[in-house]
């Protein structure tokens, strides 16, 4: 995919961290076309400019708790086929999961874990096109959150590691592809880990993986 195209919309009260993301996603090909320091800003610049791409920190002003999250779900409301990833230092569980099931074209990335820039934007390219990436840490507290009994116990170590490539928005192409595994092996692996986790099978990758997120974060 050319990102040449890709139009970004980018919100983040750290100016320093903003500009530093607009420089390294405009040398990545990536056309950003509008910066803002809170919600408000970023919603009347996604209805502005309408861009592609929007990239949103989760704590912003005023009160930096769950503004960023907030703005991200109106975002989703009003353009459904605008990509939006949720980039913090923070995972914030519960409204988390509510972005992620709002439908493909979504991620939740935390900024401590991008360490690889060509990883980073092949993610966002993914996005883009369709996929829903969780970042692992959040799967991970979600399960957490789950106390003693973690629902991953039923899987294997194998079925474990294709779910985490589930979770990063992988197709089942890209997971064989990084196992070193058949496709249709892959498969096997999916349909066995919907069955133990007691989910209905689909053909979409993004919608089982919000179903195992939403599964997850159950109470």
């Known amino acids: 995919m050319s990102t040449s195209a890709t139009r970004v919309v980018l919100a983040d009260d750290e100016v320093l961290m903003r500009e530093g993301l607009a420089g390294l996603l405009e040398r990545s090909g990536f056309e950003v076309v509008g910066q803002s320091g809170n919600a408000s800003e970023l919603i009347d610049a996604v ?63 935390l900024k401590s874990r991008v360490t690889d820039v060509e990883d980073f934007v092949d993610t966002l390219e993914r996005i883009v096109k369709g996929a829903s990436v969780v970042d692992p840490a959040l799967v991970q507290e979600l399960v957490a959150a789950r106390g003693e009994r973690d629902p991953l116990d039923v899987l294997s170590p194998r079925e474990r590691e294709v779910l985490a490539l589930m979770a990063e928005g992988r197709s089942n192409a890209g997971i064989a592809h990084t196992l070193w595994i058949t496709e249709s092996t892959v498969e096997k692996h999916v349909h066995a880990i919907l069955r133990k986790l007691r989910l209905p099978a689909g053909e979409d990758d993004q919608r089982r993986v919000l179903a195992v997120v939403t599964y997850l974060n159950a109470r």
Do not use: C, K, N, W
Request: glycine fraction near 4%; hydrophobic fraction near 45%.
């Open 47 to 109: 209805r502005e400019l309408r861009p592609d791409l929007v990239i949103v920190d989760i704590r912003m002003p005023p009160t930096h708790t769950t503004e960023g999250l907030e703005a991200a779900e109106a975002i989703r409301a009003e353009f459904p086929d605008t990509a939006v990833v949720a980039l913090s230092a923070h995972v914030q569980v519960e409204r988390a999961t509510a972005l992620l099931a709002s439908g493909a074209r979504t991620g939740y990335l």
